[in-house]
C-alpha cells in the first residue's frame, strides 16, 4: 500500500507541474506537431478570462471557475471550434483501412451510418445535391480510373493535406462521366460537394456564386447567400467569400469539382478563357477534382489521362445506346 501511495503521490506532483507550465507545454507541442495546425486538426481550449486569481488550491471556488468556464465555451468564435473539433473526433473514430482504398473512410449506406461518421451534421456539413450536375443515364464501369480517384480523394486519416487530381482526355472520352459517378457514389464520404460548370469563365463564376446559397446560415454573410444577381464587384464579393469557406480551421473534407476546364487563358481571343488557378481554394486539405482537355493543367496535381475504352467496354458502350431500339424490334444484341 506504501508503494501504491507513493505512486499516486508522484501523479499527483506530475499533474502540478504540467498545470503550472500549460503556456510552456502547449508552445512546445505547437511547434513539434506543426503540421496537425496545418492540416486544420489542432484545437486548444484555454479559458483566458476569470481565472487569473484562483490556484490548484482553491477547490472552493468551484461555482467561479463553472462561470468562467461558461462564459468562455459560450463565446461563438469557441462554439465553433468546439463543434469543429467535435466533427472531426467523430469521423476519424471510425476510420479503418480498406483493401481497396488505404486508410479512408468505410462505406456508407444508410443515415445511421452518417450519424455514426458525423458526416450528416456538424457546422460544415452540406446536403448533397445533383443540381447543375450533368445526367448520366448509363454509366460504363471504369475500374481501374475509379480506383486512382479513390485512391487520391477521399479523407484519409493519413494525409489530410490538399489533394488534387486532373481528369484529362479528349472531349466526349467520358471524364464527366466518371466524374458523375464518382460524386454519386462517394458523396457520403465528404462533409460537403459542389459541382462547378467550368465551360466558361461565366459559368464557372455563377456556378461558384450559386454555393453561397448551399453553405449554412452562420458560416456565410447573409449578403453572399442572398445574392441573386448584381455587378462584377458583387459578383466578385460573394466568390471571394465562397472560396475562403474551404479554408476555415477544421473544415477539411470538402470536395470540389470543376467540370470542363477546357478555355485555354493563354489564348489571348477567347474572351471566356480563364485561369483555374484563381479559383482554387488557398487551404491545404480538401480535395479537388478537375475534368479537362487541357494537358498542361497536369502540372496542378495528380494526373489521371483517360483514353480510349477497351473492347468489354466499348461493347457495354455500344449496348447502352442500342439495347432499347434493339429491344423495342424484338432483335437480339448478340445478331449484330
Not at 460573394?238 to 477544421?250: A, E, F, M, N, Q
Request: hydrophobic share 40%.
Amino acid at each position: 500500500m506504501k508503494a501504491f501511495s507513493d505512486q499516486w503521490s508522484l501523479i499527483g506532483k506530475t499533474l502540478v507541474a504540467i498545470a503550472t507550465e500549460t503556456e510552456k507545454t502547449a508552445e512546445r507541442f505547437c511547434r513539434e506537431n506543426s503540421h496537425l495546425d496545418n492540416e486544420g486538426r489542432y484545437f486548444r481550449f484555454n479559458v483566458l478570462r476569470g481565472l487569473e486569481g484562483i490556484g490548484l488550491e482553491d477547490s472552493k471556488q468551484k461555482n467561479a471557475i463553472i462561470a468562467a468556464t461558461s462564459r468562455y465555451i459560450e463565446s461563438q468564435a469557441v462554439f465553433k471550434q468546439i463543434k469543429a473539433c467535435a466533427s472531426i473526433l467523430a469521423g476519424r473514430n471510425v476510420r479503418s483501412p480498406s483493401p481497396q482504398v488505404h486508410d479512408t473512410l468505410p462505406d456508407v449506406e444508410s443515415p445511421a451510418d452518417l450519424a455514426r461518421l458525423g458526416l450528416d451534421s456538424g457546422p460544415y456539413h452540406v446536403n448533397f445535391s445533383l443540381k447543375g450536375v450533368p445526367i448520366v443515364r448509363s454509366f460504363v464501369e471504369r475500374a481501374a480510373e475509379m480506383e486512382q480517384l479513390e485512391n487520391a480523394l477521399l479523407p484519409s486519416t493519413i494525409n489530410w493535406r490538399r489533394k488534387i487530381m486532373i481528369v484529362q482526355g479528349l472531349g466526349g472520352i467520358g471524364k464527366t462521366q466518371l466524374t458523375v459517378e464518382f460524386a454519386r457514389r462517394h458523396n457520403r464520404h465528404f462533409s460537403a460537394v459542389f459541382w462547378i460548370d467550368g465551360r466558361s469563365h461565366d459559368s464557372l463564376r455563377r456556378s461558384l456564386a450559386a454555393v453561397a446559397k448551399r453553405l449554412p446560415n452562420d458560416e456565410i454573410l447573409e449578403q453572399s447567400r442572398s445574392y441573386t444577381h448584381g455587378t462584377n464587384e458583387e459578383l466578385d464579393a460573394v466568390i471571394h467569400d465562397v472560396l475562403s469557406w474551404p479554408s476555415v480551421t477544421g473544415n477539411a473534407s470538402w470536395l470540389l469539382i470543376f467540370d470542363n476546364v477546357d478555355r485555354d487563358v493563354t489564348n489571348t481571343e477567347d474572351l471566356e478563357a480563364y485561369d483555374i488557378m484563381r479559383y482554387v481554394p488557398d487551404a491545404d486539405h480538401g480535395s479537388i477534382l478537375i475534368t479537362t482537355r487541357l494537358a498542361r493543367l497536369a502540372q496542378m496535381g495528380k494526373l489521371l489521362p483517360l483514353t480510349t475504352v477497351n473492347d468489354e467496354q466499348a461493347m457495354s458502350i455500344l449496348e447502352c445506346f442500342a439495347s432499347s431500339a434493339l429491344q423495342s424490334k424484338s432483335i437480339p444484341f448478340q445478331s449484330i
